[in-house]
């Protein structure tokens, strides 16, 4: 018993720090909050869906509230549509946080939800913990083979290597973060809109930045920026796109003391709040997230991720033109714009009663075109992410937003960019998706603040810390070893 309770706790605490998909929440300088997603659920809720079988399924995800809408609208056709075996199918919804609670106890008292989520970064640990199920007999091969390549691998594993073997998750999405900027503020600045095929350099940006920083009410202190950044998510894209990286190829060392071009995305990113004052302090974004300083009209640039668009095009919810262009070049980097991208997977449990019809029902929600329709806007008007379906995605839903019939920002195709790939655009998933969990990357996180703040400097804070994510690297891949072992 005493190897399953760490094990729950190994799989939920990886579980905490996802940085993933459509609805996850993702940790600020400040504290929890959404990227664009604020609004979340502030605690569970539990849908039971009535049919007239004897099977109870049960799922636990979290969600945004306009998630959970078209998601519970989904699934109760779902079981309308196989009313003579399921009886109930018990919907839960839950923040992020409380999610990786909630699974913790699951696991603990080996009482899994037939559905639930994984990210990439969780699928060893809960594959070679026995949680989750092979799904390669479960789903249509030829829908799993319309899905974009990169989020079908993530859910591939071997008992050794991510990308290769079964399948164990479906994804709810495929997201990525593009920059959005709020046109109205460039308009009063008198500045041209970013152009979407050929993305700002650092020092471009940062002149724009300049541009956009101001004291509108002449009280002697700023109260628009140029630019809100958030550690857990809005750092990664300076350091990617200037070629730097966290760890070496093989994701077995902490590489940021030596590696050059980490260090001056590093300096960058540090200058753009210690420096230049062009974004929010540290003090200032604990007062008050950059999330929300972007829907009040007070920031030139914010990420967004593919699952705010229908926030932002909610006039209730942000009323301003707006629209997406890249993330800056680093001078250092190979000339791409680069972001992350993320997913999360619908699993389902190893133990379930039912593997069937919980395949089947996850299909409903990831690889079935009516699903997808909903929830990418065509029969909804919300979109809520890019479609999973390839072809679907590359034709009628592109059409769809060029129609308005998708209410979607005019520069669609800098998403595409990040998750095709082209000679402007390049989206990869995170170091944390290679390695047995994403401690490392919390230590590196915990001590941001301190090199915002002029604490400590760039280089002293990459030194000292190096040491410390390497050994919380060097723990994870203990772990690996001794459950693949």
């Known amino acids: 018993m005493k190897g399953k309770v760490i094990s729950a706790m190994l799989c939920a605490s990886m579980l905490a720090t996802m940085l993933a998909g459509c609805s996850t929440t993702t940790t600020e300088e400040a504290?929890?909050?959404?990227?664009?997603?604020?609004?979340?659920?502030?605690?569970?809720?539990?849908?039971?869906?009535?049919?007239?079988?004897?099977?109870?399924?049960?799922?636990?995800?979290?969600?945004?509230?306009?998630e959970k809408v078209v998601y519970q609208q989904l699934i109760d056709e779902f079981t309308q549509a196989h009313k003579d075996e399921i009886k109930t199918v018990n919907f839960e919804v839950t923040t992020q946080d409380e999610y990786a609670t909630k699974m913790t106890a699951a696991m603990t008292a080996n009482d899994m939800p037939d559905i639930f989520y994984i990210g990439p970064e969780s699928v060893r640990s809960?594959?070679?913990?026995?949680?989750?199920?092979?799904?390669?007999?479960?789903?249509?091969?030829?829908?799993v083979d319309n899905l974009w390549p990169a989020i079908k691998s993530a859910y591939m594993y071997d008992g050794t290597n991510i990308g290769s073997g079964s399948l164990y998750c479906?994804?709810?999405?495929?997201?990525?973060?593009?920059?959005?900027?709020?046109k109205d503020l460039f308009d009063e600045a008198g500045l041209e809109y970013p152009d979407p095929e050929n993305p700002y350099t650092y020092d471009e940006f940062l002149e724009v930045c300049k541009a956009l920083?101001?004291?509108?009410?002449?009280?002697?202190?700023?109260?628009?920026?140029?630019?809100?950044?958030?550690?857990?998510?809005?750092?990664?894209?300076?350091?990617?796109?200037?070629?730097?990286?966290?760890?070496?190829?093989?994701?077995?060392k902490v590489v940021i003391a030596e590696n050059d071009a980490f260090k001056e995305a590093f300096q960058f990113y540090t200058d753009l709040t210690l420096t230049n004052q062009v974004t929010p302090s540290v003090e200032q974004d604990t007062a008050l997230g950059g999330y929300q300083r972007w829907l009040d009209g007070q920031i030139g640039f914010y990420a967004c991720g593919t699952w705010d668009v229908a926030a932002f095009m909610d006039d209730a919810t942000f009323p301003y033109e707006w629209d997406l262009c890249g993330w800056p070049v680093?001078?250092?980097?190979?000339?791409?714009?680069?972001?992350?991208?993320?997913?999360?997977?619908?699993?389902v449990s190893a133990d379930t009663e039912y593997p069937e019809l919980c395949a089947e029902l996850i299909q409903?929600?990831?690889?079935?075109?009516?699903?997808?329709?909903?929830?990418?806007?065509?029969t909804t008007g919300k979109s809520l992410q890019i479609p999973n379906i390839m072809d679907y995605a590359q034709t009628t839903f592109k059409e769809k937003v060029a129609d308005g019939t998708i209410p979607?920002?005019?520069?669609?195709?800098?998403?595409?960019?990040?998750?095709?790939?082209?000679?402007?655009?390049?989206?990869?998933?995170?170091?944390?998706?290679?390695?047995?969990?994403?401690?490392?990357?919390?230590?590196?996180?915990?001590?941001?603040?301190?090199?915002?703040?002029?604490?400590?400097?760039?280089?002293?804070?990459?030194?000292?810390?190096?040491?410390?994510?390497?050994?919380?690297l060097?723990?994870?891949?203990?772990?690996?070893?001794s459950a693949t072992n």
Do not use: R
């Open 31 to 66: 504290g929890e909050s959404t990227t664009g997603t604020e609004a979340a659920a502030s605690s569970s809720s539990t849908a039971e869906l009535k049919g007239e079988g004897d099977k109870e399924i049960n799922i636990l995800i979290y969600a945004q509230e306009h």
């Open 408 to 472: 979607y920002a005019n520069n669609v195709d800098v998403i595409f960019g990040y998750i095709e790939g082209n000679d402007t655009y390049n989206g990869i998933f995170t170091e944390t998706t290679y390695t047995y969990n994403s401690e490392w990357w919390d230590i590196f996180l915990e001590g941001m603040p301190n090199v915002l703040t002029g604490n400590i400097s760039v280089e002293d804070y990459c030194n000292e810390v190096q040491p410390k994510m390497q050994e919380a």
């Open 330 to 347: 680093g001078p250092s980097g190979d000339g791409k714009s680069t972001a992350w991208l993320g997913t999360v997977g619908f699993a």
């Open 474 to 481: 060097d723990n994870a891949i203990e772990l690996q070893n």
């Open 364 to 378: 409903a929600l990831s690889t079935d075109l009516e699903g997808q329709q909903a929830l990418c806007g065509e």
């Open 170 to 182: 479906l994804p709810k999405d495929l997201s990525c973060f593009a920059f959005a900027y709020n």
């Open 213 to 252: 920083t101001k004291d509108t009410d002449g009280d002697g202190e700023i109260d628009q920026w140029g630019v809100a950044n958030a550690n857990a998510f809005g750092f990664t894209p300076y350091v990617y796109g200037n070629g730097g990286h966290f760890l070496n190829e093989d994701y077995t």
């Open 126 to 143: 809960y594959v070679d913990n026995g949680y989750a199920l092979a799904l390669d007999d479960y789903v249509d091969q030829e829908a």
